[in-house]
């Protein structure tokens, strides 16, 4: 936490005409998480007085970010200068305050904090940077000793203005005392209406107020989304940036392009990532693991040792050294304990199968309880659906499921208990018993030639 700061506003009231979409600007989702949360996930390490300003669709975006922030609402989107006036009267009435936008999602709190300290030598700081495209960003302009002397917005931008690329990044580090006398001095902009906050820089300096430049080492952290192609841009920068450090923690990526990670996702050392694996959500997996390749895990929590190819999983826990795949899909709901074989060609869905099972070959299991040690032969199928309700099936431990059998539930196959491939069972199986419902076979000598062409 950085003492000297006393709090931070974050600008997220726009719709993002520029998006095209009707989901509010800030709510799109890079890697994994709301863009406005990689934003308030930077601030937060800086101070805990933050005030969001929310307008466009505002009752979602609050919903949606919770409450441990202050609200301050922009009901017409007047501009940036505008937005910040909504966020004074939330504000500690004395220090430094951050102000940043919620669609800069890979500045880093490492640099705002640097920001945040070069601020203390002047009245004011500002974030810049030095991009190679520097079109849709306000240009700094620069004075004598390389003073900042103003920004000015790409639409107001002459040629030789526009050639400049050292831009403004939205951020900002002001006293509040000056902040609240310069803000309302702040006039629209003639043709848009809009009150544009990168006027108080000019304003301080016709004031004498000194504003400190700040330039980033890594331009791309200035980057801002405006659009899909540039949210696109943002989301794999940041997904390069945490498969970097997932390979630095110990984790093999062996195709960084192909392999996309939600931010959050735990993955333990020693675990080696197949190409065109999508890893979302909730999702943890441990160490020694081999994913991929194809694989897409949505809340799945994976222990130690686990081998999963070709897979779809979803709100599902897979335990200790469980190998599934290829071709498999695991529905909300699944738990497998340790040692567990799922597939080729298998479905599982809202189902616990205890250690050492094995449902190997084109098999559903649909709402079961499956005992430790039990084995599904290859087309073994659990009938839980009657049309109207769904039925739960319990085979105890150590049951073998011959091949191409039914399960009709509500069925118990009880502990060691041997089912005849090819049954179709609706009555509940005893302990130890076998149980064998099929038709008996009949066997004609030399018939097949009526069958065969010769
Ligand atoms: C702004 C800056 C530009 C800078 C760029 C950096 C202004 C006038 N321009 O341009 O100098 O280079 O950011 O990315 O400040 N917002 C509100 N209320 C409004 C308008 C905007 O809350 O009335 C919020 C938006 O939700 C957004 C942020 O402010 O999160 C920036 O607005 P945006 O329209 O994206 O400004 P830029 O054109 O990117
Ligand atoms: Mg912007």
């Given at each position: 936490m950085v003492l000297e700061l006393s709090g931070a506003v974050i600008l997220?009231?726009?719709?993002?005409?520029?998006?095209?979409?009707?989901?509010?600007?800030?709510?799109n989702r890079i890697c994994g998480k709301y863009m406005v949360d990689h934003v308030l996930e930077a601030v937060s390490r800086l101070t805990s007085h933050i005030v969001l300003v929310i307008g466009y669709k505002s009752d979602t975006v609050k919903n949606e970010l919770g409450d441990n922030f202050k609200y301050a609402y922009q009901?017409?989107?007047?501009?940036t200068g505008h937005a910040v006036l909504q966020a004074l009267p939330h504000l500690p009435s004395s220090g430094m305050v951050l102000i940043t936008c919620g669609d800069t999602p890979l500045l880093s709190a490492a640099s705002l904090e640097t920001l945040i300290k070069e601020s203390r030598k002047g009245d004011a700081g500002l974030l810049t940077a030095e991009v190679p495209n520097p079109g849709g960003y306000g240009r700094v302009i620069r004075g004598e000793n390389k003073q900042i002397t103003a920004i000015v917005e790409e639409a107001q931008a002459d040629n030789e203005v526009k050639k400049i690329r050292e831009i403004n990044t939205g951020t900002y580090c002001i006293n509040v005392e000056l902040l609240k006398k310069l803000l309302p001095q702040i006039t629209p902009d003639q043709e848009t209406g809009e009150y544009y906050l990168t006027d108080i820089v000019h304003l301080m300096v016709e004031q004498g107020y000194y504003i400190v430049p700040c330039r980033l080492d890594d331009y791309r952290e200035s980057l801002g989304v405006n659009n899909l192609k540039q949210l696109a841009e943002v989301e794999n920068i940041m997904r390069k940036n945490m498969l970097s450090q997932l390979m630095l923690s110990g984790v093999k990526v062996l195709d960084p392009d192909s392999t996309y990670i939600d931010a959050g996702v735990s993955v333990g050392s020693g675990t080696v990532i197949y190409p065109n694996t999508v890893i979302e959500g909730a999702s943890s997996l441990g160490e020694n693991c081999n994913i991929g390749p194809s694989v897409h895990l949505k809340e799945v929590k994976a222990g130690p040792g686990v081998e999963i190819r070709f897979t779809v999983a979803e709100e599902t826990e897979i335990g200790e050294k469980s190998v599934i795949g290829p071709f498999v899909y695991l529905r909300p709901g699944t738990r497998l304990g340790t040692g567990v074989k799922i597939g080729d060609f298998v479905e599982v869905k809202n189902s616990n199968l205890e250690n050492y099972t094995k449902v190997p070959h084109l098999s559903y299991v649909g709402d079961a309880d499956i005992g430790e040690g039990v084995n599904f032969g290859a087309g073994s199928i659990v009938v839980n659906y009657d049309g109207r309700k769904k039925h739960r099936t319990t085979v105890q431990e150590g049951a073998f499921i011959g091949c191409n059998s039914n399960l009709i539930a509500p069925l118990v196959i009880g502990r060691g208990a041997y089912v005849a491939a090819g049954s179709t069972l609706n009555q509940d199986v005893p302990e130890n018993a076998l149980a064998i419902a099929r038709s008996p076979q009949e066997t004609k000598p030399g018939l097949a030639k009526r069958f065969i062409k010769k």
């Open positions: 997220a009231a726009g719709k993002g005409k520029r998006m095209k979409t009707e989901t509010p600007k800030v709510l009901l017409e989107q007047k501009g």
